[in-house]
């Protein structure tokens, strides 16, 4: 691909500055050069001028106009003409499409109710309009079911509000001043690249970085040092560092004094958290952990940086909670270049409602429904459809079958591919099969999940429309401007849902507002002070404007946490109130205990996808190869497996062939799978999801992906007998 940046002074090349919509902390700003002749995209590239991107754009997105033109790209509405599942469509006209749909939709919630109605979608862009914003106004005004939008951060979002009050940390640009680096389950140059240079400039000043993971992954090949540590039992490594730091008295006893609440019982809790304790449930050597105690209390700055890996498993929440105690206790907020970070999304305090329009609602209180449990929320039995109730905490509970509400009987799907990324496959399959479902599906490409719709309806790349991006890793607000046209007949998610309100007659003034007007007028309706600085004309000026935040923005240094007592709160009376222990504590994993002979299943992103996206991206999936998972000799000996076989990998939700990686860069016990291979891409159709469960974690109703126990053999070996698999567990 040629670089245009080095030639943007040509007569017939346009420059035009947008932002990454991918799912993503780094949230890069980009330019894209256009040519003005022929009103193509000839290539694109990270803006120079942004302080995050620094003109660098990660290897997958750096191919983003390969996706764009791709040659499968959808481009007119397409009507089913097959059984679900076959992928067999015709082309029709958007005037049919939008008419049918909303005569079915009116059908349906004439006939059950505007409950039956069930939208489905995630962070496919996380653009706010694009994203949600026209989405939100259409299924308020609908009165449709509502969706608790839980698959990949919910457990630990909440473990880290009750302990901090809201995510907010470090900024990335801060882990340059660090001392010590704790990656603390991030493989940061697949999932976080833009971070890494910070923490090279801290190592070129003499910093160490740690990586704490399962899998010796390439940030733990790059790294100081690797602590290959158990799937879910971060929270009991924390507890054993914190048992060291506060009997060898390294705390910081006045930040502790000034800024936080419940020492005592914390020092009661973790006195019973010797390292030795620790060793048995991690695997990390009881020395290791005193040394790294030792280390992370003693040098200054430390930072810390954790991801959502960590949190997917039952005790997902309180893990995270119990890490998040860490950086209060040693003082660390106080400088520049300590703490933690997750996320830094909670710094962004938009108020979505003249975006969202919840006023649409008209006094309605919808059910909510949890997003990982789509297949239970697409049965037809009621107790499954109980079950599939968003229910958060401890105190929450489902309601009884008779009161679980209609059954599904439309479903909208935007911004996701749950065929392939919802956990239980075949029972998402199973929903999507049926009959009497009707579906939508709003893509840029034929998936896994647009295979089983009634209509495919074509979106736009975020090349070809307007939105407003709000990052998780970084400060600064970015504004994306279309820079093409849109292909063929495809329209924006905006645009989409405009034209089916209409079809349905739904009249408001807010649905014939255009997408300027609408970020614009969002934009200008916000008063929280760190606004200040964020103006409708900065942002069309320069295309990425930063928070009004101190520089350095050290958020705790003088703590003022925003949470109820206003302190880091090591005891939390809101996490009682919710029926949680209010102190840290190590929530063992489901498959804690396991079965004989199984292992532990984590299937984070392949480092050449982004969940789903990007996989059929011939040149990115070649780099990948096929599905494989990976496992360590000493378990690929006892189960008779050699590098390169395939495998079969089988628990009681379901099984998949993958092919075997030997290697002793993972931890023993541990198998590790990267994903998310599309289903038709992978070996009969299926992929690693049929063996993860709907259940929930502690915290948040989130998602259990990486708390997986599964049997390992080869390939050739007679499949197990499903009554013998069930005696088996």
């Known amino acids: 691909m040629s670089r245009l940046k080095h030639d943007a002074g040509l007569p017939h090349v346009t420059i035009v500055t947008g932002t990454c919509p991918h799912d993503c902390p780094d949230t890069c700003a980009w330019q894209v050069a256009v040519d003005r002749r022929t009103g193509r995209a000839v290539d694109i590239w990270g803006h120079p001028e942004h302080p995050i991107t620094r003109g660098r754009l990660c290897g997958k997105v750096d191919r983003y106009l390969e996706r764009v033109y791709h040659p499968d790209r959808l481009t007119v509405p397409l009507k089913r003409v097959g059984p679900k599942g076959s992928g067999q469509f015709v082309p029709v006209t958007w005037e049919h499409a939008v008419a049918e749909i909303a005569a079915r939709l009116a059908d349906i919630i004439g006939t059950h109710g505007p409950e039956a109605v069930l939208p489905y979608s995630y962070a496919g862009t996380m653009g706010l309009l694009q994203g949600e914003g026209m989405a939100q106004r259409f299924f308020n005004r609908m009165g449709a079911s509502r969706l608790a939008r839980t698959i990949c951060s ?3 979002f909440q473990g880290y509000k009750y302990t901090l009050g809201a995510a907010v940390g470090m900024e990335m640009e801060s882990f340059a001043r660090a001392r010590l680096i704790l990656l603390w389950g991030t493989n940061t140059l697949t999932s976080n690249l833009h971070l890494w240079p910070f923490i090279q400039e801290a190592r070129r000043q003499g910093a160490r970085v740690i990586a ?24 009991a490594l924390a507890l054993a560092m914190m048992h060291v730091i506060v009997e060898e008295g390294l705390y910081d006893a006045e930040y502790v004094e000034r800024f936080t609440v419940g020492f005592e019982q914390l020092r009661e809790r973790v006195r019973a958290w010797p390292p030795e304790r620790a060793e048995a449930i991690t695997g990390v050597s009881a020395g290791r952990i005193r040394r790294l105690a030792r280390e992370y209390a003693t040098v200054q700055p430390a930072a810390i940086r954790i991801n959502y890996g960590l949190q997917r498993h039952a005790g997902g929440g309180m893990a995270v909670r119990t890490i998040a105690c860490l950086p209060a206790l040693v003082g660390a907020w106080r400088h520049e270049g300590g703490g933690l970070q997750l996320s830094t999304s909670g710094a962004f305090a938009f108020d979505f409602r003249p975006l969202y329009r ?48 209609p059954p599904v009987k439309a479903l909208i799907v935007y911004n996701s591919n749950p065929a392939a990324v919802a956990p239980d496959q075949r029972a998402v399959i199973e929903g999507l099969s049926r009959d009497d479902l009707f579906t ?16 495919v309806l074509p979106a736009t790349t975020q090349l070809e429309h307007w939105d407003l991006v709000k990052p998780y890793g970084h400060y600064y607000l970015g504004l994306n401007r279309p820079a093409i046209a849109p292909l063929g007949e495809a329209l924006p998610n905006s645009e989409i849902f405009r034209r089916l309100a209409a079809a349905l007659g739904f009249d408001d003034p807010c649905f014939q507002e255009d997408d300027v007007t609408i970020l614009r007028t969002f934009v200008e309706a916000q008063t929280h002070p760190v606004f200040r600085t964020v103006t409708w004309e900065k942002l069309l000026e320069q295309g990425f404007v930063r928070l009004d935040l101190p520089t350095p923005y050290l958020p705790f240094a003088e703590g003022r946490f925003p949470t109820p007592s206003d302190k880091c709160e090591f ?28 292992l532990w299943c984590i299937s984070s992103p392949a480092h050449s996808f982004l969940n789903t996206t990007f996989v ?29 076989q395939r495998v079969r990998v089988w628990n009681e939700q379901g099984d998949v062939i993958l092919r075997a990686v030997v290697t002793e860069e993972i931890a023993p016990g541990v198998v590790w799978a990267p994903s998310i291979w599309w289903n038709k891409l992978s070996p009969e159709g299926r992929n690693i999801n049929q063996v993860t469960s709907q259940k929930e974690a502690d915290m948040g109703g989130g998602a259990r992906f990486y708390d997986v126990r599964v049997w390992v053999e080869p390939a050739s070996a007679s499949p197990v007998a499903e009554g013998e698999r069930a005696a088996a567990l």
């Open 571 to 598: 005891y939390s009376e809101s996490m009682a109130r919710d029926g949680y222990d209010p102190l840290p504590t190590w929530t063992p994993p489901a498959g804690a205990a396991g079965s004989g002979g199984t």
């Open 440 to 455: 939508v599906v709003l893509e840029h490409f034929q998936t896994d999940t647009a295979d089983y719709a009634d209509y």
């Open 358 to 405: 919840p006023d649409l609602l008209g006094g309605r209180l919808p059910r909510t429904l949890n997003m990982i449990r789509l297949g239970d929320a697409l049965s037809l039995d009621p107790a499954r459809l109980a079950r599939a109730h968003y229910c958060p905490r401890p105190v929450d509970s489902p309601p009884p079958p008779d009161e679980a509400g």
């Open 616 to 644: 059929n991206v011939e040149r990115l999936r070649r780099r990948e190869g096929e599905p494989t998972i990976h496992i360590h000799p000493e378990d690929a000996r006892a189960r008779g497996i050699v590098h390169g």
């Open 154 to 156: 919910a457990a630990g």
């Open 212 to 235: 704490i993971d399962p899998v010796r992954t390439r940030t733990a090949r790059a790294a100081d040092e690797w602590v290959p540590v158990r799937p879910g039992t971060d929270g």
